[in-house]
């Protein structure tokens, strides 16, 4: 019997490929025929769910750069046109609530007695407040923890540490996902090395069973799960891909929303902002003039005059107390700056590739104990980088950077660090003709000459204590990545899988927004 392949859409807008009768097209052996091996497919598949917290971002082509004059003549954000893929990003900032949870299961779950790094390594630097000649010490006090700031976003956390959350998070949510799925029973008493995490959940299964409820069905005849089931899979496509920062690209994209401006397949007019139009003031009728983000106005000025705050805040403000851009999302102007993935460099934009642009690729393997053939061993203590960052936690996976020798024979990499790829490894300096190792002529003198290099990660839009330049998406700015301030906070995003739209219908022009976007929003 012949099949014919379809594409078939779900209510949720998503799509998927289907063989008729769950049958091969190439060998006509069934799917899921545990008198066939049991070769499993899952052809039930509706399309990727939207994490918590998370917006959907239909990606495209768009002018990556500054769209407005590049006022301190960097000319490190260079126009040029580039593709992102789709992806998923917060609705808002990672918010004091939110990071304070991740600091309570750390404490739970890692005895401080016995692991006081871990914490400690996590906690948010509350004295970046401080000024030499300026009081913030109630700021210093308060900020973090009192409930008046709960929903304002988390500051004081550096780049290594907005990372850590985002793994911290992925875990959480795909641990909850498996629990509402059946497939684990909550287990809130996880202490050390015995906690849920992904990527041991997947590839090393028989390492945690504590949480163990009931198995997804084997089609392997004589499963070694037996009548317990199996655990889920990556073929399963239950768990989702994992939080992290998003690129530079994905966020100027988010933040532009051009989408607002399209017709058809056109972009008619590019914002300067993150709304339409290049002025700074709401053009509704019921908020005219009110200002459309936090930023400050001119010198001296952070609010506004008494009976009129633009802002109703001297530093950061609630979140979505502003309007949302056309994607549906806060605060991607003013309020705080936002750490992204990438490593600084001025000449990326003139280098980088069209489609997904990203500088700050550092390829890593699982480490495995190649004397026990091959097997991954659950790290029973944190695992620390050479400047003693810790990397992975214990109850995690060791990991370990590839090397040139088992990548002889590949063409498209051959080592792990492309940090300094074109700009600023040997071959981009004026020491390319000489027989001298990369490491010791270095076309970027970290901290001696210059305050870029390797370490230097980028950090996008404007904040509290801003003008208005810095809320242009194009602007770009760096900073260490073991440093934070009090106004660089920072949002998670997530990679989209298979279709990168969730409905075939295609409009002439985009739909209306879900909410009125020069309304502000308000916390219950």
């Known amino acids: 019997m012949k099949c014919t392949r379809q594409v078939l ?7 998927f490929l289907a063989s008729c009768g769950n049958q091969s097209n190439t060998t006509g052996w069934e799917y899921n025929d545990s008198d066939n091996g049991g070769f499993f497919v899952n052809t039930d598949y509706e399309g990727q769910k939207t994490g918590p917290g998370l917006v959907f971002v239909e990606g495209g082509t768009f002018t990556m750069g500054e769209t407005s004059e590049d ?10 046109q580039v593709s992102v893929q789709s992806f998923y990003i917060d609705e808002n900032e990672v918010t004091n609530t939110d990071y304070r949870e991740y600091l309570f299961w750390l404490r739970r779950v890692y005895d401080i007695a016995y692991y006081p790094e871990i914490l400690n390594s996590a906690l948010p630097d509350t004295l970046v407040w401080r000024d030499e000649l300026s009081y913030n010490e109630q700021m210093v006090r308060n900020y973090f923890r009192h409930p008046a700031y709960n929903f304002y976003p988390v500051v004081g956390v550096s780049w290594i540490q907005a990372m850590k959350y985002c793994s911290w998070r992925t875990d959480r949510v795909n641990e909850k996902i498996l629990i509402e799925e ?3 029973n909550e287990f809130p008493d996880q202490q050390g ?18 949480q163990n409820k009931k198995g997804l069905k084997s089609y ?8 317990e089931g199996r655990p889920a899979k990556i073929e399963d496509g239950i768990l989702l891909p994992r939080y992290r920062l998003p690129t530079e690209a994905e966020w100027e994209y988010a933040a532009y929303a051009n989408g607002g401006q399209r017709i058809y397949n056109r972009i008619t007019s590019e914002n300067e902002f993150t709304w339409n139009g290049s ?21 001296g000025d952070f609010m506004g005059t008494g009976g009129w705050l633009n802002d109703r805040a001297a530093y950061t403000i609630q979140v979505k107390y502003y309007p949302p851009n056309d994607f549906g999302l806060y605060d991607m102007a003013g309020n705080v700056a936002e750490w992204v993935m990438d490593v600084y460099r001025p000449r990326t934009p003139q280098d980088a590739r069209g489609l997904n642009p990203f500088r700050g690729n550092q390829f890593k393997t699982f480490d495995r104990n190649y004397q026990d053939i091959g097997a991954l061993e659950v790290l029973q203590e944190p695992q620390f980088d050479e400047d003693s960052n810790i990397v992975r936690l214990p109850g995690e996976l060791p990991v370990r950077e590839v090397t040139e020798e088992e990548n002889l024979d590949r063409r498209n990499y051959k080592k792990s660090d492309y940090r300094d790829y074109i700009d600023g490894d040997k071959q981009s300096s004026q020491y390319y003709k000489e027989k001298v190792p990369d490491e010791e002529e ?30 242009s998406p194009g602007v770009r700015r760096h900073l260490a990545e073991d440093q934070a301030t009090d106004y660089i906070g920072f949002r998670c995003a997530m990679s989209r899988v298979g279709f990168q739209d969730k409905d075939e219908d295609k409009d002439k022009r985009p739909q209306e927004p879900t909410r009125d976007r020069f309304q502000r929003y308000k916390y219950n």
Do not use: C
């Open 9 to 15: 859409p779900f209510l949720i807008g998503s799509l």
């Open 71 to 80: 006022f301190y003549k960097e000319w490190d954000n260079v126009p040029r």
């Open 182 to 184: 059946g497939i684990l």
């Open 193 to 210: 090395v015995d906690h849920f995490d992904s990527e041991k959940y997947l590839y090393k299964p028989g390492e945690y069973t504590q």
């Open 220 to 227: 392997r005849p004589n499963s070694p799960y037996g009548d």
């Open 279 to 299: 002025g700074m003031r709401n053009p509704d009728e019921d908020h005219r003039g009110e200002i459309l983000a936090n930023f400050k106005r001119g010198r």
């Open 442 to 471: 270095p076309m970027y003198d970290y901290a001696q000459t210059t305050l870029i290099g390797n370490t230097a990660r980028v950090y996008k839009g404007g904040s509290w204590k801003d003008n208005a330049y810095w809320l």
